[in-house]
């Protein structure tokens, strides 16, 4: 008899360098490329420019005039006057005024900071899925191979004289449960008796059926792997469309030709978080760039108040005038024909004083409404770390329970197999226990990338970007 070889194993938590390196050359060509966050960052820079254009004074005003006829004076006859005048805003104004652009140049850096993590956590999470569903894909082929190998042990027992006497493992049907794979291990040595212990009742009553109810249940146990294996060959079908699909997501992330390849490791490992979970929550509200950004923002408004209050008062404007003169004929002074320079102040009388009260309550309103908004910002994140400490738990429990199950499934089915390989029972436990090996593999590995997702969620939230 042709000694049938387990193909499978539970998920095993390990990474080489060559695919986290892989992970972090990609997550760097994601911040350089993703035309998202270069929008986010051109929009700092446009935020940095205003900075000059606030704090710079007015452009100096300049007056030419002429007399159609030159005007009389007593020095000579006035034919023209240039002037120039420079206005200043009152003191520490223009101080102010860039001072909140750059607080607004500072709240803009930090919905460019945003833009990243927020960028920086789907590029993770739609990478976990890669390898998830790559992973789910060698179990349920792995699976699809040992079926295979059941079938034609099934098969060759249908044929032979042999296979009449001893008849198989169950007359009663399955209900299309599919089938998983098992753990790699020897299944010589193994105690046929005890293998046979965990017999199903109805089992024993298709033992005792005679030779005549043999043949058909033999053959319908070879018919039931061949609809387990078409079932597990539509699921891997379903597997690979989203796999090809999630790898267009992730290639249009790093915005780059969708049908590139990408080089997806065959396991995943359990990343681990740069400060301790119970430390998350303060984290998050002294680094999320939501808040720095309405932070900012906030300053910003109350220094626009204080330059509303200045504005109102008087602009001063500093001058000077030069009239040509020409000599008059006859004229004996001894100024006669020397042109005239007259310096100048000026200032404006700021007597309209609704919108400078207006301005001013603009900026009162906008700043609570800031501090209102902060306010709630940190609600959202206090219940979006309550989530991620749940999503996280969860996930390691799942971890360890998934992989504590998966072993078990294993140990059983390498039993089962093994009574089944002597005796010929025990056929429908082996397809029963099967699908739990597949589903726990499945199980485990989708607990990893959860795991893996919640910690990146929690860096997002922590702003904990490095690349």
Do not use: C
């Not at 035309?35 to 254009?53: C, I, T």
């Not at 789907?122 to 060698?138: E, H, Q």
């Not at 959202?380 to 799942?398: D, I, T, W």
């Amino acid at each position: 008899m042709k000694k049938i070889i387990v193909i499978t194993g539970i998920l095993a938590l390990s990474l080489s360098s060559y695919s986290q390196d892989s992970l972090s050359v990609y997550l760097e060509m994601a911040g350089k490329n993703n035309p998202g966050v270069k929008a986010a960052f051109n929009q700092y820079l446009a935020a940095l420019e205003k900075v000059p254009q606030v704090g710079s004074l007015p452009d100096p005003q300049g007056s030419l005039g002429f007399f159609l006829q030159p005007m009389e004076l007593l020095n000579g006859n006035q034919v023209g006057s240039i002037g120039v005048m420079q206005m200043f805003p009152w003191f520490g104004t223009l101080k102010l005024a860039k001072d909140e652009a750059s607080l607004m140049a500072k709240a803009q850096f930090s919905l460019f900071q945003e833009s990243k993590a927020m960028l920086f956590y789907n590029v993770k999470a739609s990478w976990y899925k890669l390898v998830k569903y790559k992973r789910g894909i060698v179990l349920i082929n792995e699976n699809i191979a040992l079926l295979e190998s059941i079938e034609k042990l099934a098969l060759v027992k249908f044929q032979s004289p042999a296979g009449s006497s001893s008849g198989s493992s169950s007359g009663s049907s399955m209900q299309g449960a599919p089938s998983a794979t098992g753990n790699p291990g020897a299944m010589g040595g193994m105690n046929s008796q005890a293998a046979a212990s965990v017999q199903p009742q109805s089992g024993m009553s298709s033992v005792t059926s005679g030779g005549m109810g043999s043949k058909p249940t033999g053959l319908a146990d070879v018919l039931r792997v061949r609809m387990e294996i078409l079932d597990q060959k539509y699921q891997l079908t379903l597997l690979k469309d989203q796999l090809k699909t999630e790898e267009v997501n992730f290639n249009l992330l790093l915005n780059r030709d969708q049908n590139l390849e990408i080089d997806i490791p065959d396991t995943l490992k359990m990343e681990t978080l740069s400060v301790s979970a119970m430390v998350v929550a303060d984290s998050i509200l002294s680094n999320n760039p939501m808040l720095a950004m309405l932070d900012a923002e906030g300053q910003s408004y109350s220094t626009m108040a204080d330059k509303s209050r200045k504005m109102g008062l008087p602009m001063l404007g500093v001058g000077l005038n030069y009239m040509v003169i020409q000599k008059q004929a006859g004229n004996q002074s001894m100024m006669n024909g020397n042109d005239m320079v007259m310096p100048m102040v000026n200032f404006t009388i700021p007597v309209y004083r609704k919108k400078y009260t207006a301005m001013q309550k603009e900026a009162r309103y906008l700043h609570e409404s800031t501090l209102l908004k902060s306010e709630d910002m940190k609600n959202m994140l206090l219940l979006e770390y309550r989530q991620f400490a749940q999503e996280y738990s969860n996930a390691e429990r799942r971890v360890e329970l998934y992989r504590e199950q998966a072993d078990l499934a294993n140990r059983t089915a390498n039993l089962l197999l093994a009574g089944f390989t002597s005796t010929g029972t025990d056929f429908e436990e082996i397809l029963s226990i099967q699908y739990k090996v597949l589903e726990y593999g499945l199980k485990h590995i989708e607990a990893v990338a959860d795991y893996n997702t919640a910690v990146a969620k929690a860096e997002k939230l922590m702003n904990a970007v490095n690349y």
